[in-house]
């Protein structure tokens, strides 16, 4: 099994996105047997993270990056340190929110690319707001639900094995938690090695968008990096959004909804796509 670093792109800060709000996620990857280390930034005096930074020397498996920063969550020097980390053959997961959280990814190379911001690789054609219920909140803000409730999702074939479930009806995930303002990933046309491999429906406009990246096989000149998931919204991992009544910071106003609580087995289902991107990101790609 795996040795993650559950990492976010913030110091501690009790009414933020810090990393106990995470505290589900780490317990079910715990469960399936894998070390967990959780922790959020802790800046030296020349402002990086020695963890991050030395990753690539380190016998961490897999980065998970809760990206909940505005923009300045990862300096050069990390962000450096996290392409060494997959050109070594490191696994990583990127995920971010709405307009420009997590906006620190856009210097992670072919990850900046599959993630669109508001003011950084925008997505194309798409510059309206979605989420109508939060004016201050700009696009990409994709509104798939209320936090606490489900999103019916469409597996894009051929079904990847992370979306992969025996306990699913025709063996495939087709429940993701729900948030009111999901951000955008997405694949240019000019890589080869990603794909998208599910996508959700906007409950306000009807319009589809992407809820996941997987990347595998991107050549650099010493090999093959590690894999790669790119996630649109951190959501789908926070502990608001698997039991509401863990609670949030306290700049979240929407209202939450209740279907997890009264059907938690379509969350357990879900799992499986925690558990499947675990062991996935550990195969090194040939």
Not at 56 to 73: C, I, K, N, R
Not at 76 to 99: L, M, N, P
Not at 244 to 270: C, H, N, Q, W, Y
Request: aromatic share 8%.
């Amino acid at each position: 099994m795996a040795k993650i670093l559950l990492q976010t792109t913030i110091p501690f800060a009790e009414d933020d996105w810090n990393v106990s709000r995470f505290s589900l996620l780490r317990e079910a990857l715990v469960a399936d047997g894998h070390e967990v280390v959780a922790r959020n930034e802790v800046l030296d005096e020349y402002g990086n993270d020695h963890v991050v930074t030395r990753l690539p020397e380190s016998d961490f498996d897999q980065l998970w990056l809760m990206a909940v920063d505005t923009g300045d969550g990862l300096t050069q020097a990390e962000s450096d340190a996290v392409i060494e980390f997959r050109k070594r053959g490191g696994g990583v997961v990127t995920a971010r929110d709405h307009q420009d959280l997590g906006l620190c990814l856009r210097h992670l190379g072919s990850l900046g690319r599959i993630n669109h911001f508001h003011t950084y690789n925008l997505e194309p054609g798409r510059t309206q707001n979605d989420d109508q219920d939060n004016p201050n909140i700009s696009y990409p803000n994709y509104h798939s639900g209320a936090n606490g409730n489900y999103q019916k999702i469409a597996a894009q074939g051929p079904v990847h094995p992370l979306l992969k479930s025996t306990k699913a009806n025709g063996a495939v995930i087709e429940y993701f938690p729900a948030h009111p303002h999901e951000g955008a990933v997405g694949v240019p046309e000019d890589i080869g090695f990603a794909r998208v491999i599910a996508t959700g429906t906007s409950t306000v406009s009807g319009r589809g968008f992407n809820l996941a990246v997987a990347v595998e096989g991107e050549p650099f000149d010493g090999g093959v990096m590690g894999r790669a998931v790119a996630i649109s919204t951190f959501h789908h991992f926070a502990d608001l959004n698997w039991d509401t009544e863990r609670g949030a910071p306290s700049f979240v106003s929407d209202r939450p909804g209740d279907e997890i609580k009264r059907d938690p087995a379509r969350l357990e289902i879900f799992k499986d796509y925690i558990r499947n991107m675990a062991r996935w990101l550990g195969v090194r790609s040939k």
